[in-house]
């Protein structure tokens, strides 16, 4: 079966860090464009990173940019996203993403996490 399992989020104080862990199952990572996306209550879905799977050059929304950070280890099958300096505006269920289509931004995803809640408050 294919699918992906997300894991590491939390409540975390503003200023603090998180790292949400992603691992794939039946797939193998490294053939997808690997991505990130999250929904706070009441707002649309967000894409906020990307690793593409041609040049595996990285993307990231302006409203994360400098602060957050996507990788992958592809021994481990396992996509990552580094959080510092989170605001309370960070505050929403993340998903992570894999897309098959070469060179793509991540925008044509077929497999989706099942989302963590990620909480930034005092």
């Known amino acids: 079966q294919e699918q992906l399992v997300e894991s590491g989020g939390g409540l975390v104080q503003p200023g603090g860090s998180l790292r949400l862990s992603c691992a794939a199952s039946g797939f193998t990572l490294g053939n997808y464009n690997i991505g990130w996306f999250r929904q706070a209550p009441g707002k649309e879905r967000e894409g906020i990173s990307c690793i593409n799977n041609s040049d595996r050059s990285t993307t990231y929304a302006d409203s994360v940019k400098g602060r957050f950070t996507i990788s992958r280890d592809n021994a481990k099958n396992t996509m990552y996203l580094q959080m510092n300096s989170l605001r309370p505006e960070d505050t929403a269920v993340y998903y992570c993403?894999?897309?098959?289509?070469?060179?793509?931004?991540?925008?044509?995803?077929?497999?989706w996490g099942q989302g963590t809640q990620v909480t930034v408050s005092s």
């Open positions: 993403t894999a897309d098959p289509y070469y060179g793509g931004r991540c925008t044509r995803p077929v497999h």
